[in-house]
């Protein structure tokens, strides 16, 4: 603990000099707690979404945390402690356990991911069909972390011979969950990690995360969030047996707020690796992050601002620099947002994928307009 303080207090220092040079007009007033759970109540009736949980992060400390709705067909409430599917929330705290590795030099970021390995990576499945294309030697844990791999999204039935690459590792950004699984298997198979494990001992007790896991928890079986999906169908919380860092965290509203405050307070990391994760890695050059391999745009369209950070994605705006994720289900919607000038997030998870319509009003409602690209995210 002791090797990470001047670091973290470098790091807070620096949020505070961003606040001070900000102006008082480009710094809105954060909602009171009234006002965020009366928005969030709107949210619900106006999507019908059956539960959603929203919390608040102020100057790197959490202020707010509640939930609304239901988690199941039963009724039970929906609860700040009750375990929901993370989705692809789990791509920033696995990162932040890579960006640990990276201090404590045992990973390289743009080391070529083949030093890690035993023998060469189309040798171990499902990573078969990249045989004969040696373009894969070239992907690095930087690349991996920022979707510029070149590898899909997910596994496909047209990729049961092996995922291959579709563009020159970090040629442009295309996202994907692949990519991120891959590291993870880097960091296992060549590291001997189990990243399950190391997660629950360097991030979870660390900011106090005792519900969050990459498997299924046992013990959380009596309060877990059911799902619901566009149409309002139900469906089981998912009983992951087998970790996956793109996609298969379960976690809290309360455990993700301690989260999203220790990350803007750079706790854990040097902050040189906070700093990276907020660095822009390469643009982003598409109208929408999905369908992955889409035709970029010509210069002139792109948002200049938009970049690829390292597991999450940045912005600039109103209030300055910021940057956000999603996390997406066909019965679940997340987003976090986070401002790096007042160190301010606001964290939404819903067990009901309709709530993400109205995602973008309730940040605003809550912090004020950020300029986060919701377009791009949501494709509308």
């Given at each position: 603990m002791k090797s990470h303080l001047v670091p973290t207090v470098l790091a807070q220092a620096l949020l505070l000099i961003g606040c001070v040079q900000m102006p008082d007009h480009?710094?809105?007033?954060?909602?009171?707690?009234?006002?965020?759970?009366?928005a969030a109540r709107e949210a619900m009736a106006q999507t019908h979404a059956r539960g959603l949980a929203v919390a608040v992060v102020d100057a790197g400390q959490v202020v707010h945390v509640r939930a609304f709705g239901r988690r199941n067909e039963a009724g039970e409430p929906l609860r700040t402690d009750t375990v929901m599917v993370a989705a692809s929330l789990t791509k920033p705290v696995f990162a932040y356990l890579v960006m640990q590795l990276v201090d404590e030099g045992r990973m390289d970021l743009d080391a070529p991911i083949g030093r890690y390995l035993a023998q060469p990576l189309p040798s171990y499945p499902p990573w078969s069909g990249l045989a004969g294309d040696d373009r894969w030697r070239a992907i690095t844990p930087r690349m991996l972390l920022s979707h510029r791999s070149g590898?899909?999204?997910?596994?496909?039935?047209?990729?049961?011979?092996?995922l291959r690459l579709q563009f020159d590792p970090g040629a442009r950004y295309a996202y994907s969950g692949a990519g991120i699984n891959l590291l993870q298997f880097v960091l296992e198979r060549g590291l001997g990690l189990d990243v399950d494990a190391e997660l629950r001992r360097r991030v979870f007790q660390r900011f106090d995360?005792?519900?969050?896991r990459l498997t299924w928890q046992e013990e959380a079986a009596s309060n877990q969030a059911d799902g619901y999906?566009?149409?309002?169908?139900?469906?089981p919380h998912p009983r992951r047996r087998r970790a996956a860092a793109a996609s298969s965290m379960g976690t809290t509203p309360e455990d993700f707020a301690h989260f999203a405050a220790g990350f803007m307070r750079g706790e854990g990391l040097s902050s040189s690796s906070r700093a990276a994760m907020t660095t822009p890695q390469?643009?982003?050059?598409?109208?929408?992050?999905?369908?992955?391999?889409q035709a970029e745009l010509p210069a002139e369209r792109r948002r200049a601002d938009l970049a690829a950070g390292l597991g999450v994605v940045l912005f600039d705006g109103p209030q300055g620099p910021g940057?956000?994720?999603?996390?997406?289900e066909d019965h679940a919607g997340n987003t976090w947002l986070c401002l790096e000038r007042t160190a301010r997030c606001v964290v939404l998870l819903s067990n009901d994928v309709r709530a993400e319509k109205a995602?973008?009003?309730?940040?605003?409602?809550i912090v004020g307009e950020?300029?986060?690209p919701w377009r791009w995210e949501y494709g509308r």
């Open positions: 480009a710094m809105p007033r954060l909602a009171d707690a009234a006002s965020i759970d009366a590898l899909p999204n997910l596994a496909t039935p047209e990729s049961e011979g092996g995360m005792p519900h969050t999906t566009a149409s309002g169908d139900s469906r390469g643009p982003i050059t598409t109208a929408t992050q999905f369908p992955t391999f940057f956000f994720k999603g996390g997406h995602f973008p009003g309730l940040v605003a409602s950020t300029g986060a």
